[in-house]
Each structure stands twice: as structure tokens, then as C-alpha cells.
């Protein structure tokens, strides 16, 4: 039975993005030992989409390409509240899908930000 899903982010800067993470997003972690932090995130859901080379491999093993996009349910809201704890985000975006935005991460990285204007899976 599969209890859950473990999503990884590949960081140039593992401090400063855990950081981020735990202060600024002020997400729950667990330390799993040395500081290694694993975050509780918000409810998940995923979708598949067309592979455009973006995938990787670890152990030998061919894993597809992955993005994280956190969601919400007021953009603008969020990006305000964001830029008061100095953080910023792209330029937003209408897609047909919903409002999109990036925040940057402290590492160069960046996260993607949606509020979703297609139904969830979040309640079946």
C-alpha cells in the first residue's frame, strides 16, 4: 500500500533553501539527523505530462522530470504577503489553466506558484 509521495529538490544552496522552507513558507519539518530536514507540505496532487527531456537518473535508474508547484487560492494575496518577508516573485502569468508566478529561492532556484482556475483533486 503506498502510504504517501516524497518529493526532492535539488538545491545549490541546501541551508539557505531549507531555510527558506522552515522561515519564510514556515512549512512543519521533521529533522531526519544532521539537520537534514523533511517538510511537511500541503495537500498534493500530481499530474502527467509530456516528457520534453527533463528527466533524470539516479542509482542507474531513468526517473522522469518533476516540477513542484505550490498552489493557492489568492495570488495576489500571497505575493504580497511574500514581498513583506523580502521575497520575490516573476511577473505573473494568465495561462488557461489558472495564475501563475515563480518565487525565488535564496540557492538561484526557483518554485513554481499557481492558483489553480481547473477543478482539484484534493477532496476525492
Known sequence: MITGAHVLLFSRDVEADRAFFR???QFPSVDAG???LIFKLPP???AIHPDEGGGGVS???HLPGAQLYLMCDDLQSL???L???NVSCTTVAQE???LRTTIKLLSGGELG???PAHPTAFNL
Open 23 to 25: 522561515d519564510v513558507l
Open 34 to 36: 544532521g539537520g537534514w
Open 44 to 46: 498534493a496532487e500530481g
Open 59 to 61: 542509482a542507474g535508474h
Open 79 to 81: 505575493i504580497k504577503s
Open 83 to 85: 514581498q513583506s518577508k
Open 96 to 98: 488557461r489553466w489558472g
Open 113 to 115: 506558484l499557481y492558483q
